[in-house]
């Protein structure tokens, strides 16, 4: 059963535009969710993360959006450049523990 | 200040062997976790070791089954290896188990069994 599901396994966008990557989940005891990035031969990189509290989380070009009511989030690059191009994985947690569910993984391509 | 490690890098068994994979974590951190990520999946969690206790299982049967040492370090060990096995295991580690404290993965060790 999978609990975080990424249903676009991969996105293109051009330079400078925004690019938009999206997470649904169905465990609603889920109440911390992060936005992880992986390229080839490296392991996983957190990005951000958000708690259930808010719906709005935002560093630099890197924003990450909460739909509680629909179990769903997103994560807005703006402006897109060639080296976000990775395979990024939205990942929850539940309560105190720090286990993470991760889901399949989106592969962004950022294109000149 | 040295990033998580983990070794080997890349390892081929057969089907019913044994097999031992190694993470350094972070230098001061007491928390490690292990990951499974079948091809084309994401990351599963396996257990974690929170100062040389297991700390939290996910769903993966006993011949799955770990060791953290005095100085946090710590090794998956696999029985009986399956098919199913073949995967890349990421090990984590961070500051302490608390699940604000942000997790740093090692690169993987990438297991086949044949």
């Known amino acids: 059963d999978q609990q975080v599901k990424q249903n676009s396994p991969s996105l293109s966008v051009q330079e400078g535009r925004i690019s938009i990557l999206n997470c649904d989940y169905t465990n609603s005891m889920f109440d911390y969710f992060l936005w992880y990035k992986k390229y080839p031969a490296e392991g996983p990189t957190f990005l951000i993360s958000i708690s259930s509290i808010k719906d709005k989380n935002e560093d630099g070009r890197f924003t990450v959006f909460l739909n509680k009511s629909a179990k769903h989030l997103s994560l807005h690059i703006v402006p897109s450049q060639p080296g976000d191009s990775a395979v990024y994985f939205c990942?929850?947690?539940?309560?105190?523990?720090?286990?993470?569910?991760f889901g399949t993984g989106t592969r962004l391509q950022v294109t000149l | 200040e040295t990033g998580v490690t983990q070794s080997p890098t890349h390892l081929i068994k057969t089907r019913g062997q044994q097999v031992t994979l190694r993470c350094s974590s972070q230098?001061?951190?007491?928390?490690v976790s292990w990951y499974q990520q079948a091809l084309g999946q994401g990351p599963q969690f396996i257990f974690q070791?929170?100062?040389?206790?297991?700390?939290g299982r996910g769903n993966f049967p006993p011949r799955f089954s770990g060791l953290q040492f005095p100085n946090y370090s710590s090794e998956l060990n696999v029985n009986a290896l399956e098919l199913d096995d073949s995967a890349l295991y990421l090990c984590?580690?961070?500051?302490?188990?608390?699940?604000?404290?942000?997790?740093?993965f090692g690169p993987g060790t990438r297991l086949t069994v044949l």
């Open positions: 070791y929170y100062r040389e206790e297991e700390n």
């Open positions: 230098s001061g951190h007491n928390t």
């Open positions: 984590a580690s961070s500051l302490t188990s608390r699940r604000g404290d942000e997790q740093f």
């Open positions: 990942a929850a947690n539940t309560g105190t523990a720090s286990k993470l569910t």
